[in-house]
């Protein structure tokens, strides 16, 4: 088969091996439940709902990986969507490495989703992957932020003062979020080039720009905000009751 003529698969990895320290004590993060249902299996929903999504590949704690295989056999995905759950590591850049090293040929396009952006929109998934079949080898989804932003120099002590460093124009500033997209090539060899220092990368997008490699933006979606703190559980459960009301007409 030609390049041309060789269909552009797209698998999503989902990192979802956090503790979720910052939500307080419980389960991990991606298990907690969201309206009776565990905010892993929304992910997941979320990434399937686009039909040019073929595979999703779970990255799950170490020790619950039997725990969210099962859970995914228990929770009806579209038939076209397949998945696989492999262990993750102890950073967020090691778990996607990992699930990286889970793809089979054949997937060309990668979209690196956090299982604790349970809510975002197909509409959000399906124009990040457009933009990599595009051509881009990189694509963010990211809001303008609301936040004036100060970059300050971190105090020793949590709670002491902090000095600023300096204050970014906030009309250039963007909060990322996610599903990142990416060519495969292009993300893999940035796992693969980028050392793990200290927590390792937040942002799978930063890492390929330190290959120097062009990464853009799309807009995002409110909806697509990260379950972080309990007020952001609130939030979510609000979303869903405004989605059913919704639904119901
Ligand atoms: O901690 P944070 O909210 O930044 O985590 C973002 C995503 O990375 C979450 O979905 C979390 O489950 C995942 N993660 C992971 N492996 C780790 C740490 C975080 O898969 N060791």
């Given amino acids: 088969m030609s390049d041309e003529a060789r269909p552009r698969r797209t698998a999503v990895v989902i990192p ?21 249902t565990p905010m ?15 595979l999703v590949v779970v990255v799950a704690p170490p020790e619950g990986a039997t725990e969210v295989k099962n859970l995914l056999d228990a929770h009806a995905l579209p038939e ?65 932020v609301a936040d004036t932003v100060k970059e300050v120099e971190p105090a020793g002590k949590p709670g002491d003062p902090e000095q600023v460093v300096a204050t970014p124009p906030r009309a250039r500033l963007r909060a990322v979020q996610t ?16 050392a793990l220092t200290g927590e390792g990368a937040t942002d799978d997008a930063g890492m390929v720009e ?19 703190r309990p007020l952001d559980l609130v939030l979510a459960e609000a979303v869903l009751a405004r989605r059913r009301a919704n639904d119901g007409f």
């Fill in 40 to 54: 892993l299996i929304h992910a997941v929903r979320a990434m399937a709902a686009s039909r040019a999504v073929s």
């Fill in 16 to 36: 979802a091996a956090g503790r979720g320290v910052r939500l307080g004590p419980g389960a991990p993060k991606a298990l907690r439940a969201l309206n009776g």
């Fill in 210 to 228: 330190k290959l120097g490699a062009p990464v853009v933006v799309v807009p995002g979606h409110e909806e697509a905000f990260k379950v972080t």
């Fill in 179 to 194: 599903p990142q997209g990416f060519d495969r090539d292009t993300l893999v060899n940035a796992h693969a080039t980028v």
């Fill in 80 to 144: 076209r969507t397949d998945y696989l759950v492999v262990p993750g590591g102890e950073t967020r850049q090691e778990s996607v490495r990992l699930g990286l090293d889970a793809l089979p040929e054949g997937i060309t396009t990668v979209l690196v989703h956090d299982a604790a952006r349970p809510l975002v929109p197909v509409d959000t998934v399906d124009a990040v992957i457009e933009a990599v079949r595009d051509g881009a080898v990189a694509v963010v989804p990211a809001l303008p």
